[in-house]
């Protein structure tokens, strides 16, 4: 089992930008693909994005296409989403998630593994 660590959440003005990171600990020898999802008050939790082990496959949701980058550092064994032009509507607590394989995609039902979700506000 994997263990996610989430952290870089925080309030910000519209317009703004943060960066997310997820470090990941425990059973990390095998390769495997990340992704973000996030979760806003009364909806369904929703996926954000992804990319596979080697960063080589990735995938946005329309909603944040232009805006978010996710990104890995293997060696660090970290995932990052860099968020910009940051919108009310981003506010949620996101959450990174460790796929099943090396691949990932906007499928909840591909990981295997998730973190405890940092709250990302976006208000002025």
């Known amino acids: 089992q994997v263990q996610l660590v989430e952290s870089g959440g925080g309030l910000v003005q519209p317009g703004g930008s943060l960066r997310l990171s997820c470090a990941a600990s425990?059973?990390?020898?095998?390769?495997?693909?990340m992704g973000w999802f996030r979760q806003a008050p009364g909806k369904e939790r929703e996926f954000v994005a992804a990319?596979?082990?080697?960063?080589?496959?990735?995938y946005y949701a329309d909603s944040v296409k232009g805006r978010f980058t996710i990104s890995r550092d293997n060696a660090k064994k970290t995932v990052y989403l860099q968020m910009n032009n940051l919108k009310p509507e981003d506010t949620a607590v996101y959450y990174c998630a460790a796929s099943r394989s090396s691949s990932a995609g906007p499928e909840r039902k591909d990981f295997a593994s998730w973190g405890q979700g940092t709250q990302v506000t976006v208000s002025s």
């Open positions: 990319l596979n082990w080697s960063g080589t496959s990735i």
């Open positions: 425990g059973r990390t020898s095998g390769t495997y693909g």
